[in-house]
């Protein structure tokens, strides 16, 4: 097992979606390996990643009560995912997890930093605070990463 | 939830979109059953009206998140014919190499996740998994084969968007193609694996006398184009089907139901209809793998339904790999039209079944009507009747009803509905105070 974390960033085009992306972005900026930070755009590509027995930390814009650009960890197990979108061709990130750990397709331990958003549709910008944080994360990521 | 006389089954599961199950009883016997569809109407064919036509596959590939490619196709073949536009042996070979992507992503996901926890009384995928991790696994594999085809074709694997008037925007990269050749061959091993599993299951017994209704081709086994068959009555052609087939409101369901004139009949769609109307087109591998696991001709039980769609996907890897192994994308990737006033109507087989489109578009190229009949809410007279049939039988029986309530849903299930795709329209009264 490698001490080297996976990064994986959650997003889309739409907006403040992209936070997620523009982490794996920043890193690759920073210098961490492709292989060791990818952007994707569905939760359930990590079943597909075979990182099951490597660190993996998730990095995702979140639908958050507070402030735009607020930055929050969150360890799973022992934490409820929030699960607004259900439906069967994007299964929920905590679905996905259980999932993907009962088939020993991801690991026993999932470390979820979120950036709250407030633009998620078709066309919209992303905000600066949110492209701020998502730029601030990852620098934080990569401190750690250098030291792994 | 019961409360003695009402069974309500208030959010189906695994089943794509909302929707919901209302069992009335009186006196103890059935009095009603409806498969309430609550999504909000989607009004996609208001929306495209006055649109340009090229902007029809687009904007009907979002009516689905599972088979965009359906609406896709349907909506190009369509507009083709309107158009007048014959396209090339190449275009056409790519657009079911296209299909059959998705037919894998989908049957794998229904096949793997949706359906098979019923069969051994597991509430979800996640269940179903620490039981039959291998399967599951297996399951996964197959459907991300299904999405990376289709992204590799149409540049993302959900709503692609290479699907074009007269073809495709561009060629697809060779290269991505041929890559996905070794993981097919692996897959369609698997595919027969999991057909091989399924013959397996504990299948309940329910028998009904279906018509059966699936787009036929004499040469193939249909995807895009061909003459809607059925075991009833004669074959048409597909220009004919506004006059066989009508759609009507039910007050439970924001989803348009269809029944077949002229006795205003149900009828079925969907892959156990495929594989009864078309099983000799069946790939040989396909054909053979029915024949071992003992499916049967004409085969009335819906629960088997699931057979039939790994017998699709047997066929869908076989057909797959033959087009990967000999991409030919000579000749123009589209071809040119003149826009023309016109009327053209094209069905596609949906993984849920016949999907049919008509658009009148006019000298300009734009959208004056638009017509789109998806399979769900042409199968929800003949779920309603099967669950008419199973409970009338049930209730003879010392069923509690928390069993009728689940094997009710479990029916529901068997034929993979897509509630979102069923709700793409309503059909609005207007009314003068």
């Known amino acids: ?148 | 939830m019961t409360d003695g006389e009402t069974i309500n089954v208030p959010i189906l599961t695994r089943v794509e979109g909302e929707g919901a199950l209302t069992i009335r009883l009186k006196d103890g016997q059935l009095d009603d059953v409806q498969l309430r569809i609550y999504e909000p109407p989607r009004m996609f064919e208001t929306l495209l009206r006055g649109r340009p036509l090229e902007d029809a596959p687009d904007i009907t590939a979002r009516i689905c998140g599972i088979c965009p490619v359906a609406y896709q196709m349907s909506s190009v073949h369509a507009l083709e014919q309107a158009l007048g536009v014959a396209i090339t042996p190449q275009i056409r070979r790519l657009r079911r190499l296209l299909y059959c992507g998705e037919w894998i992503e989908s049957h794998a996901l229904h096949v793997h996740l949706l359906h098979t926890p019923d069969f051994f009384g597991e509430s979800s995928g996640i269940e179903l998994a620490r039981r039959f991790p291998d399967e599951v696994r297996r399951g996964l594999r197959l459907k991300k084969h299904g999405n990376d085809l289709v992204a590799a074709i149409g540049g993302r694997a959900i709503h692609p968007v290479n699907v074009a008037v007269g073809g495709f925007h561009r060629w697809p990269p060779r290269e991505e193609l041929r890559k996905l050749i070794h993981d097919f061959e692996w897959g369609l091993q698997a595919a027969m694996e999991a057909a091989r599993w399924t013959a397996s299951f504990p299948y309940p017994q329910l028998e009904n006398d279906y018509e059966f209704v699936a787009v036929s081709h004499p040469d193939e086994y249909a995807m895009n184009e061909g003459d809607i068959a059925s075991s009833k009555l004669s074959t048409i052609p597909v220009d004919q089907y506004p006059m066989v087939f009508v759609e009507h409101q039910v007050p439970h369901s924001t989803a348009l139901q269809a029944v077949r004139l002229p006795a205003r009949s149900n009828y079925l769609l969907g892959p156990l209809s495929r594989v009864n109307l078309n099983r000799n087109r069946l790939r040989p591998e396909a054909r053979q793998l029915a024949d071992e696991i003992g499916f049967p001709a004409m085969c009335s039980n819906p629960y088997r339904g699931i057979q039939a769609r790994c017998l699709e996907v047997v066929h869908a890897y076989g057909e797959a790999l033959e087009i990967l192994r000999e991409l030919d994308f000579s000749g123009p990737h589209r071809l040119p039209y003149q826009a023309r006033a016109a009327v053209g109507r094209a069905a596609t087989e949906a993984p849920r079944g016949l999907l049919f489109h008509e658009y009148e578009i006019d000298a300009a190229g734009k959208i004056v009507q638009a017509r789109i009949v998806p399979p769900t809410s042409q199968n929800q007279g003949q779920i309603e009747c099967d669950l008419r049939k199973q409970l009338t039988w049930q209730l003879t029986t010392a069923t509690t009803r928390e069993a009728l309530a689940r094997q009710a849903e479990q029916l529901v299930r068997s034929y993979d509905p897509c509630i979102s795709c069923a709700t793409h329209f309503l059909k609005i009264q207007w009314k003068n105070s």
């Open chain 1, 1 to 148: 097992m490698t001490n080297r974390p996976m990064f994986l960033g959650l997003g889309s085009h739409h907006g403040d979606d992209q936070a997620g992306w523009l982490v794996i972005d920043r890193l690759h900026q920073c210098g961490v390996p492709a292989a060791n930070a990818v952007a994707v755009s569905s939760p359930d590509e990590i079943w597909h990643r075979r990182i099951h027995d490597r660190k993996l930390i998730l990095c995702d814009a979140t639908v958050d009560p507070g402030k735009v650009g607020t930055i929050r960890q969150w360890s799973w197990p022992g934490v409820q995912l929030p699960e607004l979108h259900h439906g069967t061709h994007d299964f929920p990130l905590g679905a996905v997890l259980t999932l993907g750990q009962t088939l020993e397709l991801c690991p026993a331990k999932v470390v979820i930093w979120t950036i709250a958003g407030s633009r998620f549709s078709a066309g919209d910008e992303i905000s600066p605070s949110v492209r701020q944080a998502a730029i601030s994360l990852a620098n934080t990521l990569y401190e750690d990463f250098s030291h792994a």
